[in-house]
């Protein structure tokens, strides 16, 4: 996971202007000003950027950058179907 650690950190800088070296894989989203209408922008960007499908539902998940990228992984798993029972 750490890849899309790395890949959500530039996301999150692109998406609020924020200084890479500012954001780690522990950071909280709320102590780097992102709110909830920031999540629902940092969602969309995931999604645009990755091709994916995140529901709004896994907003609650959305608490650090590490997590962050935990919910991408299920979306890009669920994508490309891995995981899936047979």
């Known amino acids: 996971m750490v890849d899309l ?5 530039k996301i999150v800088c692109g998406t609020f202007l924020l200084d890479p070296a500012d954001v780690h894989e522990d950071s909280l989203l709320e102590e780097l000003g992102v709110d909830s209408k920031g999540r629902v922008r940092l969602l969309a ?8 499908t995140i529901g709004l539902a896994r907003l609650d998940r959305f608490t650090d950058i590490a ?12 994508r490309t179907g891995a995981g899936r029972a047979s």
């Open 67 to 78: 997590a962050v990228a935990g919910v991408l992984a299920d979306a890009l798993n669920e």
């Open 45 to 52: 960007a995931l999604e645009v950027h990755h091709e994916v």
């Open 5 to 9: 650690c790395a890949e959500v950190v």
